[in-house]
């Protein structure tokens, strides 16, 4: 059994600053680290999309073009852990954002279908 534990979100206004973060607990990640790690979000009325990713043997990210600059993904290995830092957030920033975590190794990681364990999610409000 594979937990994913979110804390971080809030309301803010536009131009400020949120982090977020993540803990993945459970036996089948006690000897090692997921592979990637990750967050998506969900904005109101529309479909999951991703956000960020981070591999875990080479530390490789990738961005969504939408929050390139501003948000910032890292990974503590030794923890399980992923933070998202979030700098001059938008309204259009406004979400669910919800931790991913990929058991195996996968190509596509800017995909849902890249990841096998979700957190509940954690709502990001940016007020305008």
């Known amino acids: 059994q594979v937990q994913l534990v979110e804390s971080g979100g809030g309301t803010v206004q536009a131009g400020g600053s949120l982090r977020l973060s993540c803990a993945a607990s459970?036996?089948?990640?006690?000897?090692?680290?997921?592979?990637?790690m990750g967050w998506f979000r969900q904005p109101p009325g529309k479909e999951r999309e991703f956000v960020a990713a981070m591999g875990r043997s080479d530390s490789s990210t990738s961005y969504a073009d939408s929050v390139k600059g501003r948000f910032t993904i890292s990974r503590d290995n030794a923890k399980n852990t992923v933070i998202l830092q979030m700098i001059s957030l938008k309204p259009e920033d406004t979400a669910v954002y919800y931790c991913?975590?990929?058991?195996?190794?996968?190509?596509?990681?800017?995909?849902?279908?890249?990841?096998?364990?979700w957190g509940q999610g954690t709502q990001v409000t940016v007020s305008s």
């Open positions: 459970g036996r089948t990640f006690s000897s090692y680290a997921p592979h990637a």
């Open positions: 991913a975590a990929a058991r195996v190794y996968r190509i596509r990681v800017n995909h849902p279908e890249g990841f096998d364990y």
